[in-house]
């Protein structure tokens, strides 16, 4: 059977130890030892003082033609009913929470960067996505990045894990046991995930359906984050697929890991009890979250909200010739003391996106009169390919940013933001 790790080139900074012909689950090693669990770790010699910063990406085989998302049945409880949904959530135990991993549902730009962050307290990830290329990439971020994170913050890295298969996923051993029904025993249980963090495309039906997978094969105190930026959890629940989604809610992160804020947003019904503790384990790690009270539904993330206001007003003075990228940005940097200016921050997120969530916000609420600025922006930059930092070119020319880079002094974290795999 064929491993993610067998087709991944060696890495620039890493070992690669594989055992895909034995069927076992492979290492791949960011040079020195190896963390075989949250604060132990073994070199080649046997049991060694934990080494400062040396992240393991374990990359489970991945059978992806054998099981796809899209046409699995649900799964049945087990005998001892430890995948009933019925029940409440409950928070899983402290000691749990070192075992049981966190899940990232897709691999892409934003997934593997959530994956880090998680993974920067010697806590368990395990990530999941469809695309072997997307895994493969992940796994050349988070080797390269995920040691000087941890020495950045003084922490030790947890296990990651990568996977195709939504069923090793979904537990931790990699060969996870299964009684006659197919389900996984209790045994497995208590190295299940204790929450899911979906990443996936920006696209509703997608979403639910990947969710409502999860929500059957995952046992019933795990929680399932959205990590969506203009779908809310209250649209997830209302879509229709979700059977439970009092343990559904909005987990919106925005690009970590420089930056930490995480906005938490109910779906209308999510249990009470997860907002604390949801946001006591993203503190533990690092995160900064904010929650939207409970019984709001807000139309968007409340920094998306102030923040499409910042984009329309700046597309619109630079439309209308009133200023230029850079006058702009050096106004808002002054101003703000920010390190970046909005033109600088369109490029990084793309204008393609840009332009999709302003049509988005326009079919919200019309009347926003970003009609003009939305057309030049897809006329000159947008048909022309020139996308931002994706494509080169952007409202800054690529020579540009990489010198407005440098006089930002943003070397803070360039080891993290800056590297092939990211
Ligand atoms: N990019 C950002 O700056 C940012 C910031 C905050 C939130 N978000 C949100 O995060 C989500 C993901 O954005 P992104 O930029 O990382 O997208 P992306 O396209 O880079 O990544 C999506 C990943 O999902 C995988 N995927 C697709 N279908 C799948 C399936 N059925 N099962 C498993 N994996 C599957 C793809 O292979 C891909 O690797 C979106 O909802 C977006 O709105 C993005």
Request: hydrophobic share 35%; proline share 9%.
């Amino acid at each position: 059977m064929a491993s993610t790790t067998s087709r991944l080139p060696p890495l620039a900074r890493g070992v690669i130890q594989g055992f895909p012909a034995s069927g076992k689950a492979a290492l791949v090693r960011a040079s020195r030892p190896i963390c075989t669990s949250a604060g132990r770790f073994r070199g080649a010699q046997g049991l060694l003082p934990p080494p400062r910063h040396t992240p393991l990406i374990r990359c489970c085989p991945t059978p992806a033609a054998q099981y796809s998302p899209f046409t699995t049945s649900p799964r049945p409880p087990d005998a001892a009913g430890h995948e009933s949904h019925h029940s409440k959530w409950r928070p899983p135990s402290d000691e749990s929470l070192d075992q049981r991993p966190v899940l990232v549902v897709g691999a892409g730009n934003i997934g593997r960067r959530v994956a880090l962050v998680w993974a920067s307290n010697g806590r368990p990830v395990t990530i999941y996505d469809i695309s072997p290329d997307a895994l493969h990439s992940a796994v050349e971020y988070i080797t390269d990045n995920l040691g000087s994170f941890c020495a950045q913050r003084g922490t030790h890295p947890g296990h990651v894990s990568t996977t195709a298969d939504l069923r090793t996923a979904t537990s931790t051993s990699g060969r996870p046991d299964r009684d006659s029904s197919g389900a996984v025993t209790a045994q497995e249980h208590t190295r299940a995930p204790w929450m899911a963090i979906e990443c996936l495309p920006e696209s509703l039906p997608l979403k639910t359906s990947v969710l409502a997978l999860l929500e059957r094969s995952l046992p019933a105190d795990c929680i399932l984050a959205s990590n969506s930026s203009s779908l809310t959890a209250a649209e997830m629940a209302a879509e229709g697929p979700l059977a439970f989604p009092h343990r559904l809610l909005n987990t919106h992160y925005f690009i970590p890991p420089r930056n930490r804020m995480v906005e938490l947003m109910s779906s209308g019904v999510t249990q009470a009890a997860i907002f604390p503790f949801l946001a006591g384990q993203m503190r533990r790690v690092g995160f900064v979250p904010v929650v939207v009270p409970r019984d709001i539904q807000s139309r968007g993330f409340v920094f998306n909200r102030i923040w499409a206001a910042c984009k329309r007003e700046t597309l619109a003075v630079l439309a209308e010739g009133v200023a230029r990228p850079a006058d702009v940005d050096a106004l808002f940097r002054d101003f703000f003391h920010a390190e970046k200016g909005p033109c600088e921050r369109m490029d990084e997120v793309g204008l393609d996106t840009v332009a999709r969530v302003e049509q988005h916000d326009l079919e919200r609420r019309p009347g926003l009169g970003s009609e003009p600025a939305l057309a030049w922006l897809r006329t000159n930059y947008v048909e022309r390919g020139k996308l931002g930092e994706k494509s080169g070119d952007g409202l800054f020319t690529a020579d540009e940013r990489d010198q407005l880079k440098e006089k930002h002094h943003l070397e803070k974290y360039k080891d993290v933001e800056e590297t092939s795999g990211a």
